[in-house]
């Protein structure tokens, strides 16, 4: 079983969503774990906009609570996908050598926006971003 870890700015709403999509539709081939740069939110629930867009794709987000990065974590996931390529340049400076061949872009070759801020919209429009980037993940 593959170990992939989500990470965003502070576990709040891209990798916590990101992780659940990615665990709902590789069940049987991925573990998953998300976590944040920052613990600003540590211990809190994902935040509220992102739990309405993850319930209108069928999908539960209540039970996350938010989980500052260690270590620790980098070591144990096969592959360390960043929500954006800021939070990829920080897991470079902090990833040891044995890292940093596992770390990529949750997308690829793009970010995925932060909607914090903003409207339901952009969380409801991040949310589908997330999912379909899925395909990239899962064999």
């Not at 906009?49 to 980098?74: F, W």
Request: aromatic letters at 4%; one cysteine or more.
């Amino acid at each position: 079983m593959r170990k992939v870890l989500t990470v965003c700015l502070g576990n709040y709403c891209r990798s916590p969503f990101a992780a659940l999509v990615l665990a709902h539709r590789g069940a049987a081939e991925l573990e998953v774990r998300s976590a944040g740069l920052i613990g600003k939110w540590e211990g809190e629930p994902a935040n509220e906009s992102m739990i309405v867009a993850a319930r209108r794709l069928g999908l539960d987000l209540t039970a996350h609570r938010a989980r500052q990065l260690t270590l620790e974590m980098l070591d144990w996931a096969d592959s360390v996908l960043a929500m954006d390529a800021s939070v990829l340049d920080v897991l470079r400076q902090i990833a040891d050598d044995d890292v940093q061949p596992k770390l990529t872009l949750y997308l690829g070759d793009s970010d995925v926006p932060d909607p914090m801020g903003k409207d339901q919209d952009a969380f409801n429009a991040c949310a589908v971003l997330i999912e379909a980037g899925t395909a990239l993940h899962i064999r």
